[in-house]
T-cell receptor, first 117, second 117 residues
Framework: QKEVEQDPGPLSVPEGAIVSLNCTYS??????FMWYRQYSRKGPELLMY????GNKEDGRFTAQVDKSSKYISLFIRDSQPSDSATYLC?????????????????FGQGTILTVHP | DTEVTQTPKHLVMGMTNKKSLKCEQH?????MYWYKQKAKKPPELMFV???????INESVPSRFSPECPNSSLLNLHLHALQPEDSALYLC????????????????FGSGTQLSVL
């Protein structure tokens, strides 16, 4: 079982729609949850992060975490064509190797989103 | 300057060639990373440098050889690659090795799209 599961889509919605992107995770040790957005031929960029259950809002974006069911969601309101990208959920977990402590992101597979005018 | 710059953007090489990927950041970050991303897959961590020293090697084959000449530069030397090594190679940096929360978020470059023939 993958530590982070994400439906790869693709997801196609009309402009103005509400988009719901979801991930589930299996490792109870995960504490920090992030959403990255990756445009075509670009590196991922951090969109939002949260480290507790509940909602976090930033403009048109809302990140939701339900630790009891190990479920992470990203909602996009009033979606725009410029939101067309791959959205990756990620969990940050401190790992140790050879005495070195480091944070390592575990990414979901990514959901390809297209918002058409 | 909040950019991670990678060169070249595209690279085609034969299996007997030797080539290098370059990454540069001027944010004063002390941790730098190499990730590999296959098409329609999430990024996978390869190497982590902290204070110019290799801290983490995620069991990467020796045909990939990282180098950190100074605190701003990170190279990835490639030799005798296989066609299955074709992927987007992403460099990233963070303030410190243990990155958490928004103050120490991971900044990605746009990547080098590598094709091995």
């Amino acid at each position: 079982q993958k530590e982070v599961e994400q439906d790869p889509g693709p997801l196609s919605v009309p402009e103005g729609a509400i988009v719901s992107l979801n991930c589930t995770y299996s490792n109870s040790a995960f504490q920090y949850f992030m959403w990255y957005r990756q445009y075509s031929r670009k590196g991922p960029e951090l969109l939002m992060y949260t480290y507790s259950s509940g909602n976090k809002e930033d403009g048109r974006f809302t990140a939701q975490v339900d630790k009891s069911s190990k479920y992470i969601s990203l909602f996009i309101r009033d979606s725009q064509p410029s939101d067309s990208a791959t959205y990756l959920c990620a969990d940050d977990l401190e790992r140790k190797a050879g005495g070195t402590s480091y944070g390592k992101l575990t990414f979901g597979q990514g959901t390809i989103l297209t918002v058409h005018p | 300057d909040t950019e991670v710059t990678q060169t070249p953007k595209h690279l085609v090489m034969g299996m007997t060639n030797k080539k290098s990927l370059k990454c540069e950041q001027h944010m004063g970050h002390r941790a730098m990373y190499w990730y590999k991303q296959k098409a329609k897959k999430p990024p996978e961590l390869m190497f982590v440098y902290s204070y110019e020293k290799l801290s983490i090697n995620e069991s990467v084959p020796s045909r990939f050889s990282p180098e950190c000449p100074n605190s701003s530069l990170l190279n990835l030397h490639l030799h005798a690659l296989q066609p299955e090594d074709s992927a987007l190679y992403l460099c990233a940096s963070s303030q410190d090795l243990r990155f958490r929360l928004i103050d120490e978020k991971l900044f990605f470059g746009s990547g080098t799209q590598l094709s091995v023939l």
